[in-house]
RNA sequence: GCCCUCAUCGUCUAGGGGCCCAGGACGCUGGCCUUUCAAGCCGGUAACAGGGGUUCGAAUCCCCUUGGGGGCACCA
């Protein structure tokens, strides 16, 4: 198996979604998974681009038998240092009769193209110099003109291939032109190149996304030319965005590592990008990487593109930062913690504290980067809120002010400021008050976090502590003050 | 325009002639639990694109239509 991407972007997840498909196919049988670089496009080749590859990989732990940084016997795996092959090649079809040089100029094709869509007829190559003579060829070549070579394909026939996926397929020899193989820069197209390559690395599957489909046949032809014995092809269904066309930049979020920026756990997006065109049986929707590669196989994987469903991989992300070990989970949100809270909370973060929060949050977070929002309260030295949020219905601020006077001196009393202290102590005050629990612990919270929605109250306060939770109570008296005086 | 391909709830999917007046999951929604928010539990909503065949019997097989997707570069 192979993984063949070109360093022209950050590959997005449907590019990752392929590559781990591949992978999964390895590991399930055994075999070996090849990592090669397909740079042949010197133009598009982004800076950056091979680390966002590898990196992506690597996050998602897909570990590759040959290629980059750990070699292998079929090397080298970056195509811009395969060259002579590719030359080798080409030029041993054109000299079997199976290829042939085309001077013709981008200028006088892309007329052509334009003239054929005027007309309605499907834009292909004219086969201008298909039929050059050899002393003609060798006239224009000392001409200065640098031809490419463009492969011969039949002009009559059927080509049929069987995908290990949809099955027979069938093209018209007549409908394919006779593409290029080697540009005039010297690098081969990827039809050339992905051949030579497949072959000589000895890949015996080849498993890409749909989009490659329709270029097959040519794959075909091209082994036939050569003499070599085509390799198996699989292809997989596209992943769309939600118009359903073919996920770009304009979908948002699409690059993988944008995902982990967004607080995706790696087994999560391995769990979903499986569960996009492959899937177990009619109800497993949580599966383990190993659970994923032991049953693997391509009878499962669907035929139908699949639309990116960011709503059911949040909740796929929750439940997987559920499962978390408190120490685990502490671990990966303060990356997130120190980058997203405010300013003026001073870093480093303190593991000890962080260890008592990340409880508290974990049943709430769906990714790890809404930490911050459910926490900040936590590490500010005072929430800024609407003072109106301490009010309950048919409760004045009076009365509010003197529960939480209350509270404050009981509070100042207590040794352990725990749950297990604070729950019992504050529901009987919460009774002898006359009041119902949910206003004098609504205004609790509101005191203590700034916010009507927040972890549970005594765990809270514990977490917190008991100067600060006292210093807020104080502070929320104080703003009592000021809104009655305001009236 | 031409070629290829696909077609089950809004979305991801199970289903490969009777087990299906179609199952699971997300979402949405009703209830329970409850100090809020979540989480959890119980329930509900919602689909076989249409039309012809084949068959005792079709979501499942065949054909047509329609619709979607992809391709048609000196890009991969």
Request: glycine share 6%; hydrophobic share 40%.
């Amino acid at each position: 198996m192979r993984y063949a991407p070109s360093p022209t972007g950050y590959p997005h997840v449907g590019n990752i979604r392929t590559a781990m498909f591949n992978w999964l196919f390895a590991r399930h049988y055994g075999g070996r998974f090849v990592l090669r670089i397909e740079d042949t496009d010197v133009a598009r080749t982004v800076p950056g681009a091979l680390e966002a590859i590898l990196e992506s990989l690597r996050w998602l732990n897909l570990d590759w038998d040959e290629g980059p940084e750990v070699g292998g016997g079929y090397g080298p795996y970056v195509q811009s240092q395969r060259l002579p092959l590719y030359h080798e090649a080409a030029e041993r079809l054109v000299r079997e009769g199976h290829a042939y040089y085309c001077f013709c100029s981008p200028e006088r094709l892309e007329q052509m193209r334009a003239e054929q869509t005027k007309r309605k007829e499907p834009p292909r190559y004219d086969r201008l110099c298909r039929c050059l003579t050899t002393d003609q060829a060798s006239d224009k070549a000392t001409s200065g003109v640098i031809p490419v070579v463009r492969f011969k394909t039949p002009l009559e026939g059927l080509t049929t291939f069987t995908d290990l996926i949809r099955g027979e397929v069938t093209f018209d020899n007549a409908t394919l032109d006779d593409f290029v193989l080697l540009k005039s820069d010297g690098y081969p197209t990827y039809h050339m190149a992905s051949i030579v390559d497949d072959h000589s690395m000895l890949i015996s599957h080849v498993m890409r996304a749909e989009e490659w489909l329709s270029s097959t046949p040519r794959h075909v032809l091209l082994y036939r030319a050569l003499g070599w014995e085509p390799p198996q092809f699989a292809h997989l269904p596209m992943i769309l965005g939600p118009d359903r066309s073919k996920l770009s930049k304009r979908h948002g979020a699409t690059s993988l590592i944008e995902y982990r920026e967004a607080g995706f756990l790696p087994e999560t997006m391995v769990n979903f990008l499986a569960l996009l065109g492959w899937s177990l049986d009619d109800k497993t929707e949580l599966l383990s990487r190993e659970e994923i590669v032991k049953s693997f196989t391509l009878e499962h994987i669907s035929k139908t593109p699949a639309i990116f469903n960011r709503e059911k991989l949040e909740w796929m992300n929750g439940v997987y930062i559920r499962s978390l070990k408190v120490e685990d989970l502490t671990n990966r949100i303060i990356p997130f913690l120190e980058r997203d809270l405010p300013p003026g909370v001073p870093r480093p973060l303190s593991r000890d504290y962080v260890l008592k929060i990340a409880p508290l949050i974990q049943e709430r977070a769906r990714t790890l980067a809404e930490a911050a929002q459910l926490s900040d309260f936590f590490f500010v030295v005072e929430p800024h809120y609407d003072p109106a949020l301490l009010l309950s219905k048919n409760t004045g601020p009076d009365d509010i002010a003197n529960a939480l006077h209350i509270t404050l001196e009981r509070l100042r009393t207590i040794e352990s400021f725990d749950t297990a202290r604070l729950e019992p102590m504050l529901r009987s005050l919460a009774a002898e008050l006359g009041m119902k629990t949910g206003v004098l612990f609504g205004a609790l919270r509101t005191a203590t976090t700034g916010r009507t929605a927040a972890p549970p109250l005594f765990q809270t306060m514990e977490a917190l502590g008991k100067d600060r939770c006292l210093r807020r109570i104080e502070a929320a008296i104080d703003l009592l003050g000021r809104l009655e005086r305001a009236k």
